[in-house]
């Protein structure tokens, strides 16, 4: 749920914070109080489009910050894990997003440095705004199959209709692959057969690696490497002052100081294991030397394969394992082009199969979805009659569309007004308070199905009142069972169902207006649902009145 939100130098607003609870929380207060230009500021922190002219007078730049707390953070984490940031910690999530004078702002997203279009893709997780703002998802035809799928219980056929799809289009692909111009793919054979001849010629093991380089280089300094030694050796082994004489000459000197001095034994003995390590390191690097040719056609040889080896490096891999794959690649290749036709009719014969198997897969979730989209609509139908709609007409069309990822069908939702009137597109008809209280009507009863925790309605409830302003509060207490709700209203009728109830409040001080927001106690509640009623401190009568409704309300709830 959206647990806190503060707004700063927005507007009217110089700075107001307000903590929200679970279930549905009721913002009310005069017109003109600053009640739109904090949904505004949800907008602005979700991703929206920021305007300079919005930064209140005299202030430099507004700023928002919004506090969620998830209750699965699954969705959430995956698009911050793509956009290369740490998942959430202790279910919360924090973004925050200024706007300079400039024009110009920026965002961070749990106080890590983000961008506007990451915001945008978290908000469509997170809220959807229900309003005058343009991020209302009920109207985009892909919103609407989803819901229609999500009512209906599609998506066991509609996941098998998309593997269908994937394996059609992957046949499809190599299809394509293989159909190029006929000299393209003559001039391609001739690419790879050269390829896989000169790498197969080769031989290449995995001794032509480093081993080679090391091999080569021994080679090429042989003789340095023959002359260092041996100097190494005499000076350990042969001469007459060699490491080794000395070290005989120490322990035949250490023997005559043990008579007189014992603890020289013990050094008599260090020297004699000196003595046998000196042996031992003049026999390992005699051995290693013997191994050296001083060859110039062994020398030559290595300088060719090396070379060999570098050059294949440079056309086909970095190392000898990655040459080798190329050359598996280019033999899979070749052989597919090699035998091109038996393989396009092949693939063609299985593209056929496939596309029946879509055809019928894409039929079956047709027949599902048209079943499902008159059920829906009835049950739409009823919650608009509750709302309001006596005579509106309300429908869900699945029309015949050409094969895509999503089926064979394009859902939309259509919507009539008035009698007489043809059933139209949502979208292109619809007013912002219609969809408003049709969203609602959705809500009411896609509840158990929509994933989006946190839903707006900005006066959802505008020209209407009486029993259907009950109805459209406790429709929207219902569908808060399942999400947090926030609600401007300036309909008592509606207000009283409110969970948490707050008041938008305009102040005049020092010649500058200023908003604030404040959370409700019960006594303060009765106060502003007389002042919504009309009446405050008129007569008892709108205060009982208001104590009324809040009392039915409170009784409604079992």
């Given at each position: 749920?959206?647990?806190?939100?503060?707004?700063?130098?927005?507007?009217?607003?110089?700075?107001?914070s307000?903590?929200?609870?679970?279930?549905?929380n009721?913002?009310?207060?005069?017109?003109?109080?600053?009640?739109?230009?904090?949904?505004g500021?949800?907008?602005?922190?979700?991703g929206?489009?920021?305007d300079?002219?919005?930064?209140?007078?005299?202030?430099?730049?507004?700023?928002?910050?919004?506090?969620f707390?998830?209750?699965?953070?699954?969705?959430?984490?995956?698009?911050?894990?793509?956009?290369?940031?740490?998942?959430?910690?202790?279910?919360?999530?924090?973004?925050?997003?200024?706007?300079?004078?400039?024009?110009?702002?920026?965002?961070?997203?749990?106080?890590?440095?983000?961008?506007?279009?990451?915001?945008?893709?978290?908000?469509?997780?997170?809220?959807?705004i229900?309003?005058?703002?343009d991020?209302?998802?009920?109207?985009?035809?892909?919103?609407?199959?989803?819901?229609?799928?999500?009512?209906?219980?599609?998506?066991?056929?509609?996941?098998?209709?998309?593997?269908?799809?994937?394996?059609?289009?992957?046949?499809?692909?190599?299809?394509?692959?293989?159909?190029?111009?006929?000299?393209?793919?003559?001039?391609?054979?001739?690419?790879?057969?050269?390829?896989?001849d000169?790498?197969?010629?080769?031989?290449?093991?995995?001794?032509?690696?480093?081993?080679?380089v090391?091999?080569?280089?021994?080679?090429?300094?042989?003789?340095?490497?023959?002359?260092?030694?041996?100097?190494?050796?005499?000076?350990?082994?042969?001469?007459?002052?060699?490491?080794?004489?000395?070290?005989?000459?120490?322990?035949?000197?250490?023997?005559?100081?043990?008579?007189?001095?014992?603890?020289?034994?013990?050094?008599?003995?260090?020297?004699?294991?000196?003595?046998?390590?000196?042996?031992?390191?003049?026999?390992?690097?005699?051995?290693?030397?013997s191994?050296?040719?001083?060859?110039?056609?062994?020398?030559?040889?290595?300088?060719?394969?090396?070379?060999?080896?570098?050059?294949?490096?440079?056309?086909?891999?970095?190392?000898?394992?990655?040459?080798?794959?190329?050359?598996?690649?280019?033999?899979s290749?070749?052989?597919?082009?090699?035998?091109?036709?038996?393989?396009?009719?092949?693939?063609?014969?299985?593209?056929?199969?496939?596309?029946?198997?879509?055809?019928?897969?894409?039929?079956?979730?047709?027949?599902?979805?048209?079943?499902?989209?008159?059920?829906?609509?009835?049950?739409?139908t009823?919650?608009?009659?509750?709302?309001?709609?006596?005579?509106?007409?309300?429908?869900?069309?699945v029309?015949?569309?050409?094969?895509?990822e999503?089926?064979?069908?394009?859902?939309?939702?259509?919507?009539?007004?008035?009698p007489?009137?043809?059933?139209?597109?949502?979208?292109?008809?619809?007013?912002?308070?219609?969809?408003?209280?049709?969203?609602l009507?959705?809500k009411?009863?896609?509840?158990?199905h929509?994933?989006?925790?946190?839903?707006?309605?900005?006066?959802?409830?505008?020209n209407?009142?009486?029993?259907?302003?009950?109805v459209?509060?406790?429709?929207?207490?219902?569908v808060?069972?399942?999400?947090?709700?926030?609600?401007?209203?300036?309909?008592p009728?509606?207000?009283?169902?409110?969970?948490t109830?707050?008041r938008v409040?305009?102040?005049?001080?020092?010649?500058?207006?200023?908003?604030?927001?404040?959370?409700?106690?019960?006594s303060?509640?009765?106060?502003?649902?007389?002042r919504?009623?009309g009446?405050?401190?008129?007569?008892?009568?709108?205060?009982?009145?208001?104590?009324?409704?809040?009392?039915?309300?409170?009784?409604?709830?079992?």
């Amino acid at each position: 749920m959206l647990s806190h939100l503060t707004v700063r130098n927005l507007a009217i607003v110089e700075a107001v914070s307000a903590d929200f609870g679970p279930g549905l929380n009721i913002i009310t207060g005069e017109t003109g109080a600053g009640k739109s230009v904090l949904m505004g500021a949800l907008h602005l922190v979700l991703g929206g489009r920021s305007d300079k002219s919005a930064i209140r007078d005299s202030a430099s730049e507004a700023s928002v910050e919004a506090a969620f707390t998830l209750e699965d953070t699954a969705a959430v984490d995956a698009v911050l894990a793509d956009a290369g940031l740490p998942p959430c910690e202790d279910r919360q999530l924090l973004v925050r997003r200024t706007v300079n004078q400039s024009g110009a702002g920026r965002c961070w997203i749990n106080d890590t440095p983000s961008t506007v279009q990451l915001l945008r893709r978290l908000g469509t997780l997170l809220v959807d705004i229900h309003g005058p703002y343009d991020n209302q998802t009920l109207l985009q035809e892909d919103c609407q199959r989803r819901l229609l799928d999500s009512y209906g219980g599609c998506a066991a056929k509609l996941e098998k209709y998309r593997s269908v799809w994937e394996t059609l289009r992957g046949l499809q692909e190599r299809l394509t692959a293989l159909q190029g111009d006929s000299a393209d793919v003559a001039a391609e054979i001739d690419r790879l057969q050269f390829a896989v001849d000169e790498i197969s010629e080769a031989n290449l093991t995995d001794a032509d690696g480093e081993d080679l380089v090391e091999r080569h280089a021994q080679a090429a300094n042989a003789e340095e490497i023959l002359g260092l030694g041996g100097e190494i050796l005499r000076s350990l082994m042969d001469d007459g002052g060699s490491v080794f004489d000395r070290l005989v000459t120490v322990q035949n000197q250490l023997a005559e100081l043990a008579r007189i001095m014992p603890a020289a034994g013990e050094w008599r003995s260090e020297a004699q294991s000196a003595a046998v390590q000196v042996q031992e390191l003049a026999g390992a690097i005699n051995e290693r030397l013997s191994q050296l040719e001083v060859e110039p056609d062994a020398l030559a040889e290595l300088d060719a394969r090396l070379s060999l080896v570098q050059r294949l490096k440079r056309k086909y891999g970095a190392g000898i394992p990655e040459i080798l794959a190329r050359l598996e690649r280019d033999r899979s290749r070749l052989a597919d082009l090699s035998s091109r036709t038996e393989q396009i009719d092949k693939l063609q014969r299985e593209i056929e199969s496939a596309h029946q198997e879509l055809l019928e897969c894409g039929a079956d979730l047709t027949k599902l979805r048209i079943k499902e989209a008159a059920r829906l609509s009835r049950a739409i139908t009823a919650e608009l009659r509750d709302l309001g709609f006596l005579k509106s007409g309300f429908d869900i069309a699945v029309n015949p569309a050409p094969p895509s990822e999503h089926g064979c069908d394009a859902v939309q939702f259509g919507f009539a007004p008035n009698p007489g009137e043809p059933m139209r597109p949502l979208k292109s008809i619809a007013s912002s308070g219609e969809i408003a209280r049709i969203s609602l009507a959705v809500k009411a009863v896609l509840s158990t199905h929509d994933s989006i925790p946190v839903l707006v309605f900005d006066e959802i409830d505008a020209n209407i009142g009486g029993e259907v302003g009950s109805v459209v509060g406790q429709k929207m207490r219902r569908v808060a069972e399942r999400h947090q709700v926030l609600s401007i209203t300036h309909l008592p009728q509606s207000a009283v169902y409110g969970d948490t109830h707050f008041r938008v409040e305009k102040k005049v001080d020092g010649g500058r207006t200023r908003t604030g927001m404040r959370r409700l106690s019960e006594s303060e509640r009765v106060d502003e649902i007389s002042r919504m009623l009309g009446g405050k401190g008129l007569t008892s009568v709108v205060e009982t009145h208001a104590r009324e409704l809040l009392d039915g309300a409170r009784r409604s709830r079992g």
